[in-house]
């Protein structure tokens, strides 16, 4: 008969260091490697039962930093609450030297960050001991900006789009960062942020279709349509031709009643789904869609 695994009351549903735990007599080594366990970083473990994510992962980070550090970029904002941040997405963290940390699953830059652009988030307190003293995250604008620095840049103004949206931060904190820094890279991504967007994939195609060569769409344009209102996704007003994401084919289903109203407001609409976002040659294949589309609006108003 297997044995049933040794949970002790405070370690059940938290996060801890593995070798604190072995130093305070809670577990043995064998016991930490046990099922009741899971390993998450070098020496940081969590109850096996708590399920994944990218809060948890931030946590986890938590532990490890050292003093002066902070969770920042989409890692800070997920940590206040926002719905960002996926479990295989890395761990965004900023190191002032001379300290340094480099380890599989955390995205690291090392770089000077002062005390004032630090503030802590309540973590979950443990059953049987005093209140922890929280995270530490960027402050929103420093936040803000660290996720503009991100590689991909279309999921950078996913993010930063959903940051706008949820009133985390505002368009003029943006203006003053792009104004601080303007010929920089995160300058020109902050410069594509939106906080009228709708979802993260509506926020990727419209970069991906301004970074095409297209001009500028209206996130959600609103269309008044006989006595009601609809709208589309990305809209060109002026030509009265727009673009609408589909998740999947429920989602599409569901959208019957917006698509024929846009049909009787005379809106010529391209449709895109995954494919169209992933796919090089599907994309390409929507770019010519809406060109075409665009091109014929342009000659019937001349």
């Not at 938290?14 to 080594?29: A, H, K, P, W």
């Not at 995270?135 to 803000?144: E, I, K, N, W």
């Not at 942020?193 to 609103?222: N, T």
């Not at 994401?245 to 009643?257: A, N, T, V």
Request: aromatic share 4%; charged share 25%; proline share 10%.
């Amino acid at each position: 008969m297997a044995r049933t695994p040794h949970r002790p009351a405070e370690l059940v549903g938290q996060i801890f260091r593995g070798s604190d735990v072995v130093r305070r007599g809670l577990l043995t080594r064998s016991q930490l490697n046990g099922a009741a366990w899971r390993r998450v970083l070098r020496d940081v473990y969590v109850d096996a039962e708590l399920p994944d994510s990218h809060r948890l992962r931030c946590e986890a980070v938590g532990l490890i930093l050292p003093a002066g550090a902070a969770l920042t970029g989409r890692s800070a904002a997920c940590v206040e609450g926002l719905p960002i941040g996926e479990p295989e997405d890395p761990v965004s963290v900023i190191v002032p030297p001379p300290n340094r940390l480099q380890m599989r699953g955390v995205r690291a830059r090392h770089a000077a960050l002062p005390a004032t652009e630090i503030r802590r988030h309540p973590t979950s307190d443990p059953p049987n001991g005093p209140p922890g003293p929280g995270l530490p995250v960027t402050v929103p604008v420093r936040t803000a900006w660290e996720l503009a620095r991100e590689p991909d840049v279309p999921a950078a103004v996913a993010g930063l789009d959903l940051l706008l949206g949820h009133g985390y931060v505002t368009e003029s904190e943006l203006r003053s960062l792009v104004e601080a820094r303007p010929r920089t890279r995160t300058a020109a991504t902050l410069r594509l942020a939106d906080g009228r967007a709708g979802a993260p994939e509506e926020s990727v195609l419209r970069v991906k279709v301004v970074r095409a060569g297209f001009p500028h769409p209206v996130p959600h344009h609103p269309i008044r349509v006989h006595d009601h209102r609809t709208s589309v996704d990305l809209g060109w007003p002026a030509l009265r031709v727009g673009a609408n994401f589909y998740r999947d084919s429920e989602h599409y289903r569901g959208d019957q009643s917006r698509r024929s109203a846009l049909a009787d407001a005379r809106w010529t609409v391209i449709l895109a789904g995954r494919d169209e976002l992933h796919d090089p040659d599907r994309f390409a294949k929507f770019c010519g869609f809406l060109d075409d589309a665009l091109r014929r609006r342009r000659d019937e108003t001349l």
